[in-house]
């Protein structure tokens, strides 16, 4: 079964193994793993079966501050601790109230289309 039939099957609630999965990591822990392990071959055990490939960014984020962003939600993430740290939820209370969503073109990068396309 290739990753694609397995990533496939899984969307269609069938049991696979291994499931498919995807491991995102910042640079500096990739880092310290070779460290760790004395080099990277560690890296060779990891057979991701998903990639992520488009060009919408649901987690685009504006610099605030030095250590705070906005994200398009209107939510507030504090970016100096691993991982992020949502500090204020675009939706302070349960309900709705005034909150307006953002517009899909906010989250659209014209730059990735041909990046996504190639991949």
Same mark, same amino acid.
């Given at each position: 079964m290739t990753s694609r039939d397995a990533v496939l099957a899984a969307l269609a609630h069938e049991t696979v193994r291994p499931v498919p999965y995807t491991l995102?990591? !910042? #640079?500096?822990? +990739?880092? /310290?793993? &070779?460290s760790y392990y004395g080099d990277a071959s560690w890296r060779e055990r990891l057979a991701p079966s998903i990639?992520?490939?488009?060009?919408? #960014?649901?987690?685009?984020?504006?610099?605030? +501050? !030095?250590?705070?962003? /906005? &994200?398009?939600y209107g939510g507030i993430w504090r970016t100096d601790r691993r991982p992020w740290h949502l500090e204020q939820p675009p939706l302070p209370e349960a309900e709705w109230g005034d909150y307006v969503f953002p517009s899909p073109d906010a989250f659209y990068r014209p730059d990735w289309k041909a990046a996504a396309v190639q991949t």
């Open positions: 995102p990591m !910042e #640079d500096d822990v +990739s880092a /310290r793993l &070779d990639i992520a490939v488009g060009a919408v #960014d649901t987690d685009m984020k504006t610099a605030i +501050s !030095e250590t705070h962003v /906005r &994200d398009a």
